[in-house]
């Protein structure tokens, strides 16, 4: 008996001693944790094989019910033609809302402002084009039941100032040609290329500098699980923008501020 113990014991300890630990992510909130992990593979020195997941938001293009298109003719409310070519524009400060809790993603990006100062903010800085339609803002790990998707278009004093070079070059707040700025890399709230006079055919370039946010709230019904990307997707009624414009009377500076005031009522969750 005394010997049948012994050895039992004998080839249990055996057994712990060939059993190799499996090493993997641990955080329950990641998308790819393992719960049958014993070493966590994240250590101290930066290394990390969690993988987290994502707020995406898809976009649909329409105007009046239907995809935008560069070859069609669109109309203001006065009946004036005009084409559309493509439409940037700069959102940043993405937010989920659940209940009154704002949420942003947990990627951050360290800037120097005009006044040498450093800031760290949220990485949500995003160019939405009339040609694209699906949007990686960044990771977002909490769960939730979230009511509405807050945004800005535009970005705040600070960031407006920052020195371009500073940033990436395929970041959105870059200086190039995949940026939103203009001739003196000024960061633009949007661009947009139309031709506004069907007759001449000329493509014009209206801009309007971010030197103002401008705030945007769409409701939503929708829950996010822990380890789970979550998708938004919205639609943009560009006709909001543009049918208010008289392009016979309206001046430039006048057409900026209707798109302004239709932009912010364009968005709308499917």
Known sequence: ??????????????????????????????????????????????????????????????????????GKVYHTAQGQPFFIQSIRFLASGVLLIDNSEAVSIVDEIEVETSEQNNIIVPDDFTIFSSTSFSYTIGDFTRPGTYSALQFNVGVDDAIQAADPAQFDADHALAAGSSSVRNSTDQLLLYDIAWIPDTASMQVVNLQATADQLVPVVVPLEGSKSAGVSITIPVVIEYSSWFSDIDLDQDLEEVQKQKILQGLVHSFTVL
Do not use: W
């Open 1 to 70: 008996m005394l010997r049948a113990t012994i050895l039992s014991l004998f080839l249990s300890f055996l057994i712990l001693g060939c059993y190799e630990q499996k090493e993997g992510c641990l955080d329950v909130l990641a998308s790819n944790f393992q719960f049958d992990a014993d070493v966590d593979c994240c250590r101290k020195d930066g290394e990390c094989c969690c993988q987290y997941p994502k707020l995406i938001i898809s976009v649909k293009h329409q105007y009046e019910g239907e995809n935008l298109s560069a």
